[in-house]
C-alpha cells in the first residue's frame, strides 16, 4: 500500500537554529515527491517537486532532497516567519492521486 | 490570475442538509481535486478530474458527489450531511502531468464546514 510518513510531528526551533523535517514514503513507482507549506487557516502552498533519487531543490532558506525512500526538508538558519506546518505528498506512477502525510508543524522562536 | 477559489468560506449545516461546495480555477488546469483535512489525519483525497466529463473517486468519497461539466469549475455536493463530514475542505488544480512533469497542486483557501 502507498504511503507517506512525516517526522518529528512537531518541531521548535530557535533562530538561526538549523533542522532537517522528514518525509519516508512506500510507492510501487514514484511520479514525484512534493513539498508544500501550510499556514493557519489557510490552504497548502506550493515549494518543490522532486523527481528522482539524488535530486535537490533549494529556495532561500529551505533546501528539499530525495533519496529512493524518503525526502528530507533542510532548514538552515531559520526565521519566526518560517513557522508553518509542512505537508510531503507523493504521486504514485500510473495514478492521478495524490499521497499526502499529516505533516510537520515547525516553530521557530525569536 | 486569481488561481484557485473557493466559497463559502464558512459553513454551518444541519445533519440532513445538503449542499454544494465551490471551486472555480483560472488557469486552465486539467486537474481538479477536492481534499478534506482532519486534525491528525492529514489531507484525504475526496473526488478528482483529469478533465471535463471525467470524475473518479478517492480515498473517502462516500456521502460527497462531484461533475466537470467545465475546465474551469469543479463543485462538490454533499448529499445528507452528517457530522462526520466536519472538516476543512480544500479544492486543488494542477496540469496532468504529462511527459515528465509530475503536476504540482495549487489549492485554495479552503471551506470550514460544521455539521451539527
Known amino acids: 500500500e502507498d504511503q507517506v510518513t512525516q517526522s518529528p510531528e512537531a518541531l521548535r526551533l530557535q533562530e538561526g537554529e538549523s533542522s532537517s523535517l522528514n518525509c519516508s514514503y512506500t510507492?510501487?513507482?514514484?511520479?514525484?515527491l512534493f513539498w508544500y507549506r501550510q499556514d493557519p487557516g489557510k490552504g497548502p502552498e506550493f515549494l518543490f517537486t522532486?523527481?528522482?533519487a539524488g535530486e535537490e531543490k533549494e529556495k532561500e532558506r529551505l533546501k528539499a532532497t530525495l533519496t529512493k525512500k524518503e525526502s528530507f526538508l533542510h532548514i538552515t538558519a531559520p526565521k519566526p516567519e518560517d513557522s508553518a506546518t509542512y505537508l510531503c505528498?507523493?504521486?504514485?506512477?500510473?495514478?492521478?492521486?495524490?499521497?499526502f502525510g499529516t505533516g510537520t508543524r515547525l516553530k521557530v522562536l525569536a | 490570475n486569481a488561481g484557485v477559489t473557493q466559497t463559502p468560506k464558512f459553513q454551518v449545516l444541519k445533519t440532513g442538509q445538503s449542499m454544494t461546495l465551490q471551486c472555480a480555477q483560472d488557469?486552465?488546469?486539467?486537474?481538479m481535486s477536492w481534499y478534506r483535512q482532519d486534525p491528525g489525519m492529514g489531507l484525504r483525497l475526496i473526488h478528482y478530474s483529469v478533465g471535463a466529463g471525467i470524475t473518479d473517486q478517492g480515498e473517502v468519497p462516500n456521502g460527497y458527489n462531484v461533475s466537470r461539466s467545465t475546465t474551469e469549475d469543479f463543485p462538490l455536493r454533499l448529499l445528507s450531511a452528517a457530522p462526520s463530514q466536519t472538516s476543512v475542505y480544500f479544492c486543488?488544480?494542477?496540469?496532468?502531468?504529462?511527459?515528465?512533469?509530475?503536476?504540482?497542486?495549487?489549492f485554495g483557501p479552503g471551506t470550514r464546514l460544521t455539521v451539527t
Open positions: 486543488a488544480s494542477s496540469s496532468r502531468g504529462e511527459s515528465r512533469v509530475a503536476g504540482e497542486q495549487y
Open positions: 505528498a507523493v504521486r504514485p506512477s500510473g495514478t492521478y492521486k495524490y499521497i
Open positions: 488557469m486552465n488546469h486539467e486537474y
Open positions: 510507492v510501487s513507482g514514484l511520479r514525484g
Open positions: 522532486l523527481y528522482s
